[in-house]
């Protein structure tokens, strides 16, 4: 695996709706801009392989920064693939639709749930959104929110950005009942 760049994004939400959030809202963002493994290749029926000697290792290097950066105990997590235009959207699938993966997001959070996902093909600076929902229960919906992200000069065509995103909270200021109280 080679790994072009590294960035990471942290946003503080101070204020929401006229009031001030208290706690601060804090969502950090990791990305990785990696080679896609499969780039050149023209059709590979069998991506197992290239999952074996990327997947895990990436998902190492993520997942510790995106807990460094939060600076608190996370609450809610997503992830996401944006695959160059040389590339498959089943490539960046690939990667991150395997607990070789999610495992090691997983195990920084002492998180249960399913980690909700974004994957598209786009060009350098392609704008995507990274899906959120709580750590341990995904009906919990104060936790359902995205963050949005755009690395100006990734994916090259080949290229995969892959992303881990985290929460300390919910959105700030939800109001929203409970989902067991509708009927």
Do not use: C
Not at 6 to 22: A, F, K, N, Q
Not at 86 to 111: M, V
Not at 115 to 130: H, N, Q, S, W, Y
């Amino acid at each position: 695996m080679r790994i072009r760049k590294v960035t990471t994004i942290v946003e503080e939400i101070l204020g929401e709706g006229g009031r001030e959030v208290d706690p601060t809202a804090r969502v950090a963002v990791v990305a990785a801009v990696i080679d896609n493994p499969w780039a050149g290749e023209g059709f590979v029926e069998d991506l197992a392989p290239g999952i074996d000697a990327v997947a895990s290792d990436l998902g190492a290097v993520l997942a510790p920064r995106v807990m460094e950066a939060l600076g608190a105990p996370l609450e809610a997590y997503g992830k996401a693939a944006i695959v160059g235009i040389d590339g498959e959207i089943e490539h960046g699938s690939a990667l991150i639709h395997t607990l070789k993966f999610g495992n090691h997001f997983r195990d920084a959070a002492n998180a249960s749930t399913l980690l909700p996902a974004v994957e598209k093909r786009g060009l350098a600076g392609a704008t995507f959104d990274i899906p959120l929902k709580h750590f341990t229960d995904a009906t919990i919906r104060s936790h359902h929110q995205t963050t949005e992200v755009r690395i100006a000069d990734a994916p090259h065509p080949h290229e995969i950005v892959i992303a881990l995103a985290g929460a300390t909270r919910g959105r700030p200021q939800q109001r929203l009942a409970d989902l067991s109280t509708e009927r």
